[in-house]
C-alpha cells in the first residue's frame, strides 16, 4: 500500500519529478535521465497504472485520494499529498482532477513486436506537436488502429501533454519509434503492408478507393507544416486525400488521421 506524506514547502526535494512542468526543456531532460513519465488526472493515473507502469510516487489533493485508494493500495509508491494552491505552485500550472503520478517508462518494443498480426497500422513522420501526437493515438485506440509507428523526430507520445490529450490512449493502442527514417516506407511493404501516403498530390486518389481490398495497410501522414517528406510519398505504393469540399484544401493532421483511421479499419 502507498505511503502517504503530507507536504507544506514547495520546496521539498520529493517533489523533484513534478516542478516547473512549464518548462519543456527541463521535462525533457528529466525524463531522459530517469526514464520518467507524468500521468496527469484520476482517469489517466489509474489507466497507466492498470497498463502496467510501475510507479515512482503520486502528488494529489487531499479530495481526490478516494478516488485513486484501489490503485494505491496496490503499490508502494510513496503518495505526496498537497493543497492544490501548494500543487499548483510546484508544477507551475493547475493540475487537472488534482492527480499527478510519475511512472517509469518501459524499453519500447520492436517494431516486428508491434506489427505482427495488424492489419490497420498509422505511421507518423515528423509530428512534433505533443497534442497532435496524442489526438491521433486516442484516435488510433478509439476507432480500432491496431498499432501506431512513430519516426525518430515524431513528438514523444508518453510527454505529459500527450498522454493526457490522449486520455490514456497510449498505453492502449501498441506503439513503437522506427529505428530508421529513411528505409521505413520500404520495410513496411516487405512487411506486408500496403503504405497509403496522405498527401495533396495531384496524383493522390480519394482515401477510400486507395484502402479498398486492402489486407494490410500501413497509413503515413506527414508534419503539420509540410506534410509528408517527397521519400515518403515517393517510397508509397499509393498516394490517397481526404476528399473535401472547394475552398478548404486540408485538415489539421490529428483530424486527418481521425478520419482515415476511421474509412480505413472499415474497408
Excluded at 509530428?127 to 485506440?141: F, I, Q
Aim: aromatic share 6%; proline share 5%.
Amino acid at each position: 500500500m502507498a505511503t502517504y506524506v503530507e507536504v507544506t514547502d514547495v520546496d521539498d526535494p520529493a517533489l523533484g519529478d513534478y516542478r516547473h512542468l512549464r518548462d519543456v526543456h527541463l521535462r525533457q531532460s528529466l525524463e531522459t535521465e530517469h526514464g520518467l513519465f507524468l500521468a496527469e488526472g484520476e482517469k489517466v493515473v489509474r489507466r497507466a497504472v492498470e497498463a502496467g507502469y510501475q510507479p515512482r510516487s503520486f502528488l494529489m489533493a487531499p479530495r481526490w485520494i478516494d478516488g485513486l485508494t484501489d490503485v494505491l493500495e496496490r503499490t508502494d509508491a510513496p503518495c505526496y499529498v498537497a493543497p492544490e494552491a501548494l500543487t499548483e505552485a510546484v508544477t507551475g500550472f493547475h493540475v487537472h482532477r488534482g492527480a499527478l503520478a510519475s511512472l517509469h517508462r518501459r524499453p519500447l518494443p520492436d517494431v516486428a513486436e508491434v506489427l505482427a498480426g495488424a492489419r490497420t497500422v498509422v505511421v507518423l513522420e515528423d509530428v512534433v506537436d505533443h497534442t497532435n501526437v496524442g489526438a491521433v493515438l486516442r484516435s488510433a485506440a478509439a476507432l480500432g488502429v491496431d498499432a501506431v509507428l512513430l519516426a525518430p523526430r515524431c513528438a514523444d507520445p508518453l510527454y505529459r501533454r500527450a498522454v493526457k490529450v490522449a486520455m490514456g490512449a497510449v498505453f492502449k493502442v501498441p506503439w513503437t519509434r522506427l529505428p530508421d527514417w529513411h528505409d521505413a516506407v520500404p520495410q513496411l511493404h516487405e512487411a506486408g503492408f500496403t503504405t497509403v501516403a496522405l498527401t495533396l498530390a495531384d496524383d493522390a486518389v480519394e482515401l477510400e478507393q486507395a484502402v479498398a481490398g486492402r489486407d494490410r495497410v500501413a497509413l503515413l501522414l506527414g508534419s503539420e507544416g509540410h506534410g509528408l517528406s517527397e521519400r515518403w510519398q515517393e517510397a508509397a505504393d499509393v498516394r490517397a486525400v481526404v476528399p473535401m469540399r472547394a475552398g478548404v484544401d486540408s485538415l489539421n493532421v490529428a483530424a486527418a488521421a481521425a478520419v482515415a483511421c476511421y474509412v480505413t479499419v472499415r474497408r
